[in-house]
């Protein structure tokens, strides 16, 4: 075994191997939803072509590129302070590259040069396969470039070139929105809803279970409405898929609860390869918000969809996204979404405050509401759920559940930690024979709000 002196000694040989080889490095921070997760491993394979190899460190870089996210103001001024910090970096190195990718650079496009004169470059979603040649023109003529156009179809190339580095991964499925929810940005940074061939996606998920991946999702912003102009509907995709040879478990996000179709629903009892779990935003418990949102269902109209979709799988977990303080929201209508969400009891929800995005329609809406009556709904809101989120979890101590192993533990290093088909994480010590990327039987212990502990039994118990 390497000695930590020699290990250091491979690790700087290494590296001059890597530099007289003229490896560049990498700096990338990922902001948002598993889209910009998956962009940015896409963002990742085209550098790697062009011999950019990644650190954790903005000091070492050559290249720093922030992917943004602007869903709620909050996330787009963290952008603005995370590239700040990057500064004095350019100051001190000239020759850095500074981009910003993602929803905030669709949305702000040339803006952004303006408001940071240290920034090379501006590229959205749209444009990810023509970073190598938009870094070439940067680093010969010192250009500083935008890159925001939207094309109306898929360029394949964009796709495929993911790596996985462990036992789960992404597909993006189709890319943009149309349902122009009217609070949402998403249409307007993501662009116009369009799906990838079976085919390809098929090719893409069979490379990774290739390199090991056991878990893939798909993801969509509106997967139920998946196969317009394509070959088939997304019940036929996940069929497809569960049918790779190698893989485990088939996840999905995001369904929309409009376009949910009784097929889908059924399949879960047919294909025992997809995960217990669908996340199904619901937004709001009053009929006015969701129309004035422009959702497409009633609170009871959702109520009825998952109460079925609970009576056939007792074991599927829900869980939902909702947003307070919506233009208008009463105190009244707040309290619909309240008796909503104690009524459905999920397993967990993400809650937001109402954010006034530009473009959008509810931004003009009359009643914009203060900060304080936002705020006090959504901590009402969330301190609601934590009990309903502990409630279920104690419901499965003493239950056998099979855990995919993703690592050690984030608060306890002595610790395995993995996720549930329902996709609850369990952490549980371990015996190591397998680590990441197994699947092991574990006894729930104790519950909390956001996890569970385990133990691994005995042999034989
Ligand atoms: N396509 C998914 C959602 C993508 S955005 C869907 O339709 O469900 C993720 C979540 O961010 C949304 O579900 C919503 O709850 C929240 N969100 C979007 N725009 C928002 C805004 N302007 N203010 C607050 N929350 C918002
Ligand atoms: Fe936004 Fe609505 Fe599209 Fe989801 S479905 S991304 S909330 S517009
Ligand atoms: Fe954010 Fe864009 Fe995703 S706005 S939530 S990164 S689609």
Redesign the pocket.
């Given at each position: 075994m390497d000695s930590p002196a020699s290990l250091k000694w491979k690790r700087d040989l290494l590296e001059m191997e890597q530099i007289k080889e003229g490896v560049k490095r990498v700096f990338l921070e990922t902001f948002g939803?598993q889209m910009n997760d998956n962009d940015s491993e896409r963002i990742l394979g085209f550098l790697k072509n062009i011999s950019y190899i990644r650190t954790s460190e903005p000091s070492d870089a050559d290249l720093i590129i922030l992917n943004t996210c602007s869903?709620?103001d909050k996330a787009e001024q963290k952008v603005y302070s995370a590239l700040g910090r990057f500064r004095e970096l350019k100051e001190e190195r000239p020759g850095l590259i500074v981009g910003v990718a993602g929803c905030v650079a669709q949305q702000e496009g040339q803006k952004l040069l303006k408001r940071a004169p240290y920034l090379d470059l501006v590229f959205g979603p749209h444009n990810i396969h023509k970073l190598p040649d938009l870094i070439g023109e940067i680093s010969e003529k010192r250009a500083r470039l935008v890159a925001v156009e939207q094309s109306a179809s898929i360029n394949e190339n964009e796709y495929g070139l993911v790596s996985a580095s462990g036992e789960k991964a992404y597909v993006s499925i189709m890319r943009g929105?149309d349902n122009f929810?009217s609070?949402?940005i998403?249409p307007y940074t993501r662009g116009r809803e369009v799906s990838r061939e079976s085919a390809d996606i098929l090719d893409e998920v069979t490379r990774l279970v290739e390199s090991g991946v056991q878990e893939v999702t798909l993801l969509g912003?509106?997967v139920n409405s998946y196969g317009a102009g394509a070959d088939v509907s997304f019940p036929e995709l996940l069929r497809l898929v569960a049918g790779v040879d190698g893989i485990k478990r088939v996840r999905f996000v995001?369904s929309?609860p409009k376009d949910i179709s009784e097929e889908l629903i059924y399949l879960f009892g047919e294909e025992l390869k997809l995960a217990r779990h669908m996340h199904l935003?619901v937004?709001s418990g009053s009929d006015r918000v969701l129309k004035e949102m422009g959702r497409g269902y009633t609170a009871s109209e959702y109520a009825t969809k998952v109460q079925l979709i609970k009576r056939l799988y007792p074991d599927m977990a829900i869980t939902t996204?909702?947003?307070v303080g919506f233009p208008g929201e009463t105190e009244a209508e707040f309290e619909e979404t309240m008796a909503l969400l104690m009524a459905l009891r999920f397993e967990n929800v993400f809650s937001?405050?109402?954010?006034p995005?530009p473009l959008t329609r509810a931004a003009s809406f009359v009643g914009q509401l203060p900060l304080d009556v936002r705020s006090e709904r959504l901590q009402r809101l969330q301190d609601a759920q934590r009990e309903i989120s502990l409630a279920r979890n104690l419901e499965l101590v003493g239950r056998r559940v099979e855990v995919l192993v993703e690592g050690t533990s984030k608060s306890d290093g002595s610790r395995f930690s993995g996720r549930t088909s329902c996709n609850r994480i369990v952490n549980f010590p371990y015996d190591g024979i397998n680590g990441p990327g197994a699947f092991v039987e574990v006894v729930v212990t104790e519950a909390y709000p956001n996890s569970l502990r385990g133990e691994v039994p005995q042999q034989g118990k």
């Amino acid at each position: 075994m390497d000695s930590p002196a020699s290990l250091k000694w491979k690790r700087d040989l290494l590296e001059m191997e890597q530099i007289k080889e003229g490896v560049k490095r990498v700096f990338l921070e990922t902001f948002g939803c598993q889209m910009n997760d998956n962009d940015s491993e896409r963002i990742l394979g085209f550098l790697k072509n062009i011999s950019y190899i990644r650190t954790s460190e903005p000091s070492d870089a050559d290249l720093i590129i922030l992917n943004t996210c602007s869903v709620r103001d909050k996330a787009e001024q963290k952008v603005y302070s995370a590239l700040g910090r990057f500064r004095e970096l350019k100051e001190e190195r000239p020759g850095l590259i500074v981009g910003v990718a993602g929803c905030v650079a669709q949305q702000e496009g040339q803006k952004l040069l303006k408001r940071a004169p240290y920034l090379d470059l501006v590229f959205g979603p749209h444009n990810i396969h023509k970073l190598p040649d938009l870094i070439g023109e940067i680093s010969e003529k010192r250009a500083r470039l935008v890159a925001v156009e939207q094309s109306a179809s898929i360029n394949e190339n964009e796709y495929g070139l993911v790596s996985a580095s462990g036992e789960k991964a992404y597909v993006s499925i189709m890319r943009g929105c149309d349902n122009f929810c009217s609070y949402c940005i998403v249409p307007y940074t993501r662009g116009r809803e369009v799906s990838r061939e079976s085919a390809d996606i098929l090719d893409e998920v069979t490379r990774l279970v290739e390199s090991g991946v056991q878990e893939v999702t798909l993801l969509g912003q509106n997967v139920n409405s998946y196969g317009a102009g394509a070959d088939v509907s997304f019940p036929e995709l996940l069929r497809l898929v569960a049918g790779v040879d190698g893989i485990k478990r088939v996840r999905f996000v995001t369904s929309h609860p409009k376009d949910i179709s009784e097929e889908l629903i059924y399949l879960f009892g047919e294909e025992l390869k997809l995960a217990r779990h669908m996340h199904l935003p619901v937004q709001s418990g009053s009929d006015r918000v969701l129309k004035e949102m422009g959702r497409g269902y009633t609170a009871s109209e959702y109520a009825t969809k998952v109460q079925l979709i609970k009576r056939l799988y007792p074991d599927m977990a829900i869980t939902t996204d909702i947003i307070v303080g919506f233009p208008g929201e009463t105190e009244a209508e707040f309290e619909e979404t309240m008796a909503l969400l104690m009524a459905l009891r999920f397993e967990n929800v993400f809650s937001f405050m109402y954010s006034p995005r530009p473009l959008t329609r509810a931004a003009s809406f009359v009643g914009q509401l203060p900060l304080d009556v936002r705020s006090e709904r959504l901590q009402r809101l969330q301190d609601a759920q934590r009990e309903i989120s502990l409630a279920r979890n104690l419901e499965l101590v003493g239950r056998r559940v099979e855990v995919l192993v993703e690592g050690t533990s984030k608060s306890d290093g002595s610790r395995f930690s993995g996720r549930t088909s329902c996709n609850r994480i369990v952490n549980f010590p371990y015996d190591g024979i397998n680590g990441p990327g197994a699947f092991v039987e574990v006894v729930v212990t104790e519950a909390y709000p956001n996890s569970l502990r385990g133990e691994v039994p005995q042999q034989g118990k």
